[in-house]
């Protein structure tokens, strides 16, 4: 009567009803339960009260007359990658949870294999009539774009956290995420959130990121899957995201509230997970000059040992710099006069490709 949590994964000794039952009665006082067998990829009835000793009969019941749990990890403990569950078996987990959801806080289903359209939307009709969840992990579980949106559509209100990364976000996953971190939509509160790796680009992206800004400016949310380059997409601050997705007013806002904070020196010397500060970002991706020129100069005025300062792949700003060719040379010109004045010596320096500036 006293248990508070329960963790019966990865029990492959126990069928499906085995784990159902062990769960059924555990679900009396427990709040925290974590379930999942091998058996759940081989017994389509679970969850239809068809299995064997009832399936998940006595699962709902418990559920339903003893409040329920609060949190729940499905582990379904499989590793073959060629292994995934068929539909129905993906519908019957989800009946699963469903007795559940009045009450549930928190789901995870990190790892389960949900590719399909039919599985897609089994979920998202589950989390549909969950209202009281604030927690979401859906990592790694194959979700299409289509599906991935059809998720995000059916959050409900006040969401804490959302862990999608390991699924595919197009277009149609990417507005759904842009809307729903809007003020009023189910992420505007959002603590933590992890995508799927985004390339800048997409028009989605800019529009995630602008409605984040604020938010991640105050320290409110932590975002991961956002990068200024390929390869490492962690150690993003809410400079490199701004310079990387967003738009040119919404980056100058950024750059005023930062000077206002008196935080704007600690944001230009910080290095994304490329080794990149905001000038490097700011000189590639150049869309608006406008905005690239004015980091540039405040990189002079507040952090010059910035123009000495390489990525991982040795890259000074000014190689940046002379590498992205614009229609106005004034951007690129400014970079070398500065680099020339607070650090001479990176016409000497060659990164790892072995091109000097003056190549």
Known sequence: EEVEEVDVSCNDGLDVAGVACVVAALLRSARVVRAGSRGLYQDAAWGRGQGRGGGTTGLEEAAVQRGGARVVTLDLAVREAH????????????EVVAPLAPGLERLSLA????????????????????????????????????????????????????DVAGNAAGDEAGAALA????????????????????????AWAGRLAEALLPRMLRGEVRLRGFRTA????????PLHVALAYAGGEA??????????????????????????????????????????????????????????????????PVHVALQCQTESEHVARRAVELTAEHHPAAFAHAPSDGWLPVH
Do not use: I, W, Y
């Open 230 to 237: 390929r390869g490492n997409a962690r150690s993003c601050s």
């Open 251 to 316: 980056v100058m806002g950024l750059l005023v509230e930062l000077e206002e904070a008196r935080s704007l020196r600690r944001a230009l010397a910080h290095a994304d997970g490329n080794g990149r500060l905001p000038v490097h970002v700011a000189l590639e991706r150049r869309t608006v000059d406008e905005v690239a020129l004015r980091v540039v100069e405040l990189t002079g005025e507040h952090h010059v040992e910035g123009f000495s300062h390489a990525d991982c792949t040795g890259d000074l």
């Open 179 to 202: 809307e729903a971190a809007e003020p009023g939509g189910a992420l505007a509160g959002v603590r933590v959130l992890a995508l799927p790796v985004v390339d800048p680009g997409p």
């Open 111 to 162: 790892g389960v294999q949900l590719s399909g359209p039919a599985c897609g939307a089994a979920l998202a009709k589950a989390v549909r009539s969950m209202r009281a969840l604030r927690s979401l992990n859906a990592r790694g579980c194959h979700l299409s774009d289509e599906s991935l949106a059809e998720v995000v559509q059916a959050l409900p209100p006040a969401m804490e956290e959302l």
């Open 83 to 94: 292994v995934c569950p068929t539909a129905e078996v993906v519908e019957a987990v989800m």
